[in-house]
């Protein structure tokens, strides 16, 4: 079982930036794929990011293709997402997931097999 943990959340305005970890404990966590997905009121969570268990592939929603960034240091057990231009409908909670999934399921909630608690990113215009 793997525990994740999210931090790096916040208020922050338009055209700024933030950097969200993904803190892991648990068996075998670096050999995980680990996504970023949001959720904003009212609205699915939607997949934003992933990143293989050896960080050489990565997947991006366009959405956030060439603003959002995601990395991942399996010293530390951490996942990052490093977040640039922000923008007022970025607001959402973000989560951070680990997954044992193909590449192919990375835009897949249900491939996730463990979730973090979310957190909060509030961008202002």
């Known amino acids: 079982q793997v525990q994740l943990v999210e931090s790096g959340g916040g208020l922050v305005q338009a055209g700024g930036s933030l950097r969200l970890s993904c803190a892991a404990s648990?068996?075998?966590?670096?050999?995980?794929?680990m996504g970023w997905f949001r959720q904003a009121p009212g609205k699915e969570r939607e997949f934003l990011a992933a990143?293989?268990?050896?960080?050489?592939?990565?997947d991006y929603a366009d959405s956030v293709k060439g603003r959002f960034t995601i990395s991942r240091d399996n010293a530390k057990n951490t996942a990052y997402l490093q977040m640039n231009s922000l923008k007022p409908e970025d607001t959402a909670v973000y989560y951070c997931g680990a997954s044992y999934g193909s590449r192919a399921s990375w835009r897949i909630q249900s491939t996730y097999n463990n979730w973090g608690q979310g957190t909060q990113v509030t961008v202002s215009s």
């Open positions: 990143i293989s268990w050896r960080g050489s592939d990565k």
């Open positions: 648990g068996r075998a966590v670096s050999t995980y794929a």
